[in-house]
């Protein structure tokens, strides 16, 4: 049955069934302590760092933006995948009766999942074609908030449209002999439109994307390295200038070599899955497919610090967030202090046997 997924980009469910191969199970429980701490490491990071990460840009209005505004979605959708996928892949991989959370949320699921897949990846590239137009072509037109608002809705509305076959041929079956259930996706007597489907998807959502983000990245790196500023310089000023040019290359580097490597794993395992099955090692199929999965999610970890905090101005408008919410808690807290303290009056103080005592025998007081 194996065989008979498409493979796509958006198929990084663990199979349930993938551990079941020619009728023998293949125990993944020794790998749980590995595994499970993994997951929970790159849901946890990856949730709260992206929420900081939506928090400044919605609560600073200088942060309102076309760039940021596309980071924020990208910020919304890595979050949301994380908790689509991780929760429920590691619960499908590790239950011994497979898919245990319904009919319903089988499809919501299998349909949540893979579009917050292929609108990361589309974002990422919108983030990239917008960095290239606005550092290699700074004197046209910039992006307007309505443009970025239309490509949003179209970023959002091509991933639906990306999933809809993979969501049509979904199913949900119950074995209720062996106590066991699967929801996974099946392409019966539809080899050919499979394959074409599977390598479209990898195309669209890894092949295209990869080589716009390089292709941005590398004319925004040789812009900058040509990139001479006007006036006399000092050395000093000069030593800056050059400092901030290689901060940028190694950024841009990082953001290349992220989204390569992230998902290079879980493409490679699908395009082998759909060749021949049996170029996998059935005996570790699950575990290659649930560390593969891992490296693929980790990505929704990578961006909120690529993204933003290597920037200076997502890292100060951060500060300053977090510096506001101590300053209000420690006013407040100042604030009932006195209140508390005007609340008791000097009378009650000095007629209370307690001062009359030594601080350990008021220590003993209150403990009898």
């Not at 812009?223 to 040019?245: E, F, M, S, Y």
Request: proline share 4%.
């Amino acid at each position: 049955m194996e065989g008979n997924h498409s493979g796509s980009a958006g198929s990084t469910q663990p199979s349930g069934s993938g551990e079941r191969t020619d009728g023998h199970i293949y125990e993944v429980a020794t790998f749980k302590p590995l595994i499970i701490p993994c997951y929970v490491l790159v849901l946890v990071v990856g949730v709260f760092g992206n929420y900081l990460l939506l928090y400044v840009i919605c609560r600073t209005r200088k942060m309102h933006n076309v760039t940021n505004f596309f980071i924020g979605n990208l910020a919304f959708s890595d979050m949301l995948m994380c908790v689509t996928c991780v929760p429920f892949s590691l619960a499908y991989a590790f239950n011994p009766r497979g898919w245990v959370f319904g009919r319903s949320m089988c499809y919501v699921v299998f349909l949540i999942q893979p579009v917050t897949v292929y609108v990361s990846v589309f974002t990422l590239t919108a983030i990239a074609v917008d960095r290239y137009y606005a550092t290699v072509h700074p004197l046209k037109k910039r992006t307007t908030v309505s443009t970025c608002v239309s490509v949003l809705i179209g970023i959002w509305l091509l991933s639906c449209g990306l999933v809809a076959p993979a969501v049509t041929h979904t199913y949900h079956v119950e074995f209720k002999d062996e106590g066991f259930t699967i929801c996974e996706e099946f392409w019966l007597g539809q080899e050919k439109e499979r394959r074409v489907y599977a390598y479209s998807t990898l195309l669209v959502t890894y092949v295209l994307p990869l080589s716009a983000v390089f292709v941005s990245y590398l004319c925004i790196t040789v812009k900058l390295k040509k990139c001479v500023a006007p006036g006399n310089r000092t050395q000093d000023q000069a030593g800056i200038h050059q400092a901030r040019k290689r901060k940028i290359f190694r950024l841009v580097a990082l953001l290349v070599s992220a989204f390569a490597v992230c998902w290079l794993p879980i493409h490679v395992f699908n395009v082998l899955r759909d060749i021949d099955i049996n170029l996998i090692n059935k005996h570790y199929f699950l575990l290659i497919q649930l560390l593969c999965h891992l490296c693929a999610m980790s990505s929704s970890c990578c961006n909120p610090f690529l993204y933003a905090w290597l920037h200076d101005r997502f890292g100060a408008e951060l500060r300053k967030c977090f510096s506001r919410i101590f300053c209000v808690s420690a006013n407040s807290l100042a604030s009932r202090g006195e209140r508390m303290y005007e609340s008791i009056s000097l009378s009650d103080i000095s007629s209370s046997p307690v001062t009359s005592l030594s601080p350990g025998c008021s220590t003993r007081l209150f403990l009898a």
